[in-house]
Each structure stands twice: as structure tokens, then as C-alpha cells.
């Protein structure tokens, strides 16, 4: 019996260790260690931030889902890694620390024959002062990362409505907390919703409405934007994002490294060096992301994190970590299989996974401070990586270990982004956005690094159900229900 051991349950690993459980049936043991109780659909955790949805309506509970597709659940949280085993091992394991009620704080060592590290991000609020602390929020904004955190940003945010509402004009600010962030997607869907809601509520004449961004330009999205089919013209999303901001009387800064938060005052950085501050009465700010904080040792204890991890933590794949200036890049540089070059029984998937480097132009302020969005792996990217790696792993547990691998580089895949703007049956809006390929091919599509014929956009009432649907169709999903595995990632 062969057993894969699966780091973490979100998109990723939840997608990773429902298909291998599937494909490799009781003769082969899947495991799933992850520190959450419950399965989160992160995208509508900003339904959640604005009160349209409860926290119940964007989660469930995990164990039952595992139990009935014989996947044996440990909740813990990851703590090291022995791709080697130990002096008193032989075979490789991974230290796991308890999470789950009467067990925190407990700690087992689990053998594995295959690892798939899908631990996803920790939320790094330290990177920036007063921000919060560690992985923890600070008092002074909100966030939409966790159910836990968009809950509280509704509660927040009803005030500010009723302070309007009692003749207080509220001052709104929303973006990305630190030069480096990531999910400039996230904090666009959220602004728009909250001037939706506010429009609702009778007092979008008493807000001021600002976005901040570390994206050099308006629509970049870390993707380094990209130009679609609009109504049968080729549009820049730059275009397409300043005529919506412009259209919902939102103000924006970009090219901005916020470097310090105090309450009521955002401080931060241009990319042109100079340095400014933004008051709020309300402020939603992305953490920057980084790894779990995995380490890894060889069989004589030796630390050889930084052989198996990046510097920022994530895992290191079959990427290109050596390509140098930008005027280098090339689309295959990103990886494809997603198998550790050190250890081959050892892959990552989803955001857990180093990237060779950004998406967008790496920049910086004459101060040398970078002001740049770090590369998504989030959402279809992160399902479709996630099939593949389980994939990989059962044809080798089943076929031989010399099978093929299968390969998902983001360099040659395509993905669908629908971004709401404000929920509502007959009211609601979305950009829903298709992206071919999400890594830009500049020797394959010279001037724009994407064909155009599969890279569009469009934004109205039709998106918003969409956006819509898709909420139920994934929670069916991964609940496992009938048809689940014809339900693309």
C-alpha cells in the first residue's frame, strides 16, 4: 500500500486529494493534513465583507467530505519536513502539530510515499507596520482573506453605513497592503462592492471612495495586464479599468508601496519615490503573502530548508530560478510538473509553489524599494495544478514509478476570472474575463504575449450570475456530490 500525504485542504489540496482518492480506491491511502476544520470559497468571502452572504454560506465541514471519500483527515498544521527520513527512519515524513479541539498542541510524525505540499499562503500582515502582527490583523483595518476576517469587515462596514447615514461622511480606502502584494483581483471586487452597497443604502454621496495599488498601471492585476476582445475591439485592461473606476466615482494611487498603517492613516511609497499618506474612516488592505513556515531536514537533522524552499517560503518546483534580468524571461521558465528538484516523491501545487519570478515588470523606487504585485496561483490555476500533481502521483503509484508526468505550466494554460462589482438578482455586475495563457508568451504572441482570440472581457448583470452560479457549482464540488468530477476546475 502506497500512502500520499496532502498539506493542506483549500482549492489546491482539496482538488489534489479528492481525485487521487478516486483514481487510487482502498488499495492505496490518502491522507489529508490541513489546520481548518472547515473547506472555504475564498471568492465569496467578499460577499461575506459586505453582509450578502453568512460565513455559513461559504464553508462546511471538512471531516464528513473526507470520510465519505476514504481519505483519512488529520487536522494539524505542518510543521517540518524529512524528505530523507531520520537517523532512526527510513522512510521520508513529515511533522504535523494538532489543531483540532483536545489535541492542540500534539504532535505525530507521518510516513509518506508521495507529499504534496498545498499549504497555500500565510497572510502576512507583519510585512507591514501597524498592518498586523505576524500572520495576525492589526486594529486599524480589515480584511477579506479569511470567513473569519470578511466577517468582521461587515461589522465594520455597517457602521460606516449607519454613520452616513446619521450625516457622517465616511472616507473608504481599499488595495493592497505592501509593494509585494498579491489578489489585486480580491480588493478590486471588493471597493466595487462596498460602492454598490453603499448606493443601496441611499449614501453614496457621503463616501469618498479611494483604491491603492502596488500595479504600475490601473488593470494590471499581477498578470501584467493584458489587452482582450470588448465588443469586437481590442481593449487594454488598463482602458477597461480606468473607465470603470472613473464610471463609479472611484479615486485610485498606484505604483504605491504602503509602508506603514496607524489608525485612521495610511503611510506609502510611489514608484516615482515619493511618499505620501491617505486618511480612512474604513480601510481594507491585502496582507502580502508568504510560506507557511516550513522547514525541512536531511536524515542527520541537518537544515536544508533553504535547498527545498525559496526565501519567501514556498516550495521549490521545476521552474527556472535562474533567469535573471527581465529582458530574459520567457514563458518557460514556469514550471510544468511541479516535482521538487531535489526530492522527486515531493511536489507543490497552488499557491505553496515558488514562482521563477514576477508576471508583471519587476519595479522599483529610486530608493530601491520594489513596488511590484507577486504572480496569483490562486483559483482555476490552483484547481487544474492540483489535478494535475495528483495525477502524476497515482500514475506512478499505479503504472510504475518511471510514468510520465503530467504537466499544467501556466505558460500554456488558460484561465477564467469573473470579478463581481456588486451582487444583486437584477442589480448585480461582473467582469468576467478569460485570460490564453496566463504567463505571457512574447516568442509565441509577439506584442501582446497572449492570443487575443481567447482573451476577452466583458462586464454586466450576465457576469454577476455567473459569478452567481459558480459559488453553488464549486461548493457541490468539493462537497463531492453527484457529478462533481465532471465539474471543471
Not at 187 to 203: D, L
Request: glycine share 12%; net charge negative.
Amino acid at each position: 500500500m502506497a500512502r500520499l500525504v496532502v498539506l493542506g485542504g483549500g482549492v489546491s489540496g482539496h482538488t489534489a486529494a479528492t481525485f487521487a482518492a478516486k483514481w487510487l480506491g482502498s488499495a492505496h491511502e490518502v491522507i489529508v493534513v490541513t489546520p481548518n476544520s472547515k473547506w472555504n470559497w475564498v471568492p465569496s468571502n467578499i460577499w461575506v465583507g459586505v453582509g450578502e452572504m453568512s460565513k455559513e454560506d461559504v464553508t462546511f465541514d471538512l471531516a464528513p467530505v473526507y470520510k465519505k471519500a476514504g481519505i483519512n483527515y488529520k487536522q494539524a498544521k505542518a510543521v517540518s519536513i524529512n524528505p530523507e527520513g531520520s537517523e532512526s527512519s527510513s522512510k521520508p515524513f513529515v511533522t504535523v502539530e494538532f489543531t483540532s479541539k483536545g489535541n492542540e498542541g500534539k504532535t505525530e510524525n507521518i510516513e509518506y510515499d508521495y507529499l504534496i505540499n498545498a499549504t497555500g499562503p500565510k497572510l502576512n500582515f507583519g510585512a507591514t507596520p501597524g498592518l498586523g502582527v505576524g500572520s495576525e490583523l492589526g486594529e486599524f483595518t480589515v480584511s477579506v482573506c479569511t470567513p473569519d476576517h470578511a466577517v468582521h469587515a461587515n461589522d465594520e462596514f455597517q457602521k460606516s453605513i449607519q454613520k452616513m447615514k446619521n450625516g457622517e461622511r465616511q472616507r473608504f480606502l481599499v488595495g493592497t497592503g505592501h509593494g509585494l502584494c498579491t489578489c489585486q483581483g480580491a480588493a478590486f471586487e471588493y471597493i466595487f462592492n462596498i460602492e454598490h452597497e453603499i448606493n443601496k443604502a441611499g449614501v453614496r454621496d457621503m463616501a469618498d471612495l479611494t483604491w491603492i495599488s502596488n500595479e504600475a498601471f490601473l488593470g494590471d492585476f499581477g498578470v501584467g495586464g493584458l489587452h482582450m476582445k470588448s465588443m469586437g475591439f481590442a481593449v487594454s485592461s488598463k482602458i477597461f479599468a480606468e473607465s470603470l473606476y472613473t464610471e463609479r466615482n472611484i479615486d485610485w494611487i498606484i505604483g504605491a508601496h504602503v509602508n506603514k498603517v496607524e489608525k485612521g492613516k495610511a503611510h506609502y511609497e510611489l514608484l516615482d519615490g515619493t511618499m505620501g499618506e491617505e486618511e480612512f474612516d474604513f480601510s481594507m488592505l491585502i496582507p502580502p503573502f508568504a510560506g507557511v513556515g516550513l522547514k525541512a531536514f536531511a536524515k542527520d537533522g541537518t537544515d536544508i530548508t533553504s535547498t527545498v524552499f525559496a526565501p519567501n517560503g514556498f516550495m521549490k518546483v521545476d521552474a527556472n530560478y535562474s533567469a535573471g534580468a527581465y529582458e530574459n524571461w520567457k514563458a518557460s521558465d514556469w514550471p510544468s510538473t511541479y516535482q521538487n528538484p531535489t526530492y522527486g516523491n515531493m511536489f507543490a501545487c497552488g499557491i505553496a509553489f515558488a514562482p521563477p519570478h514576477t508576471i508583471s515588470k519587476p519595479m522599483s523606487s529610486p530608493n530601491g524599494t520594489p513596488i511590484n504585485p507577486t504572480p496569483p496561483r490562486t483559483g482555476m490555476p490552483s484547481g487544474i495544478i492540483g489535478k494535475a500533481v495528483a495525477h502524476s502521483i497515482c500514475d506512478k503509484i499505479l503504472k510504475g514509478e518511471n510514468s510520465p508526468l503530467h504537466e499544467a505550466s501556466m505558460a500554456n494554460m488558460g484561465a477564467a476570472c469573473v470579478a463581481s462589482a456588486g451582487k444583486g438578482v437584477f442589480t448585480g455586475t461582473a467582469a468576467a474575463m478569460t485570460i490564453y495563457p496566463v504567463i505571457p508568451d512574447f516568442e509565441k504572441y509577439p506584442g501582446t504575449g497572449r492570443d487575443t482570440d481567447y482573451t476577452f472581457g466583458e462586464i454586466g448583470l450576465a457576469g454577476h450570475w455567473i459569478k452567481h452560479i459558480l459559488h453553488y457549482l464549486f461548493i457541490w464540488k468539493a462537497k463531492l456530490k453527484t457529478g462533481w468530477t465532471m465539474i471543471p476546475e
